[in-house]
């Protein structure tokens, strides 16, 4: 049975730490991924590759010693991809309580043993919440798709994603 819902937890520690004393976003961002990647490996019961990363938003600072918890849900399947939203919280390992610091999703496309992309099992939601999390994701393709022309268009990039280079007259 696929699992929809995935939590890392763990300490952060002092090798996370930027030059103003906080967890590195580098090192959130690396967390997010494999929040993701075990949500949507859990669902999916297959490798899956990380393929877009978007909205993510640092709401606080984690600090050095807090307990960081990484809460990955599946929110829309296609074909052979899934979106993952992800929540980041944080808090002190002494109390309860975690404190949102911040929250992103992620698509992942499921890889078969020969490498190309594979079928992922649909995911239907039931709840109006999970209604609302779905349209959120398939409103997050729209808005990225519309990035994605304006950056090849004002960047003058070609399909590969490589800058062009400038003619000499």
């Known amino acids: ?42 669902w999916t019961g297959s ?32 074909t052979t991809s899934l ?18 610091c911040g929250h992103c999703v992620a698509v992942f496309v499921a890889l078969s043993d020969d490498g190309r992309p594979r079928p992922v099992p649909r995911w239907v939601p039931v709840t109006e919440h999970d209604r609302a999390l779905e349209g959120s994701a398939e409103r997050l393709m729209e808005l990225r798709k519309a990035m994605e022309d304006e950056m090849q268009r004002s960047l003058h990039l070609r399909p590969d994603l490589t800058p062009e280079t400038p003619a000499r007259t």
Not at 54 to 66: D, K, L
């Open 83 to 100: 979106h993952i939203m992800i929540d980041i919280y944080a808090g002190d390992p002494k109390e309860a309580e975690r404190r949102r």
């Open 47 to 78: 490798y899956c590759v990380t393929v877009y990363v978007g909205g993510i938003h640092f709401i606080h600072p984690i600090q050095v010693g807090n307990v960081v918890e990484l809460r990955a849900e599946v929110i829309r399947t296609g």
């Open 1 to 42: 049975m696929e699992q929809r819902q995935s939590i890392l937890r763990f300490l952060a520690e002092p090798g996370h730490v930027n030059f103003g004393g906080k967890v590195h976003g580098g090192a959130v961002m690396k967390w997010v991924d494999q929040a993701g990647y075990t949500c949507a490996a859990a």
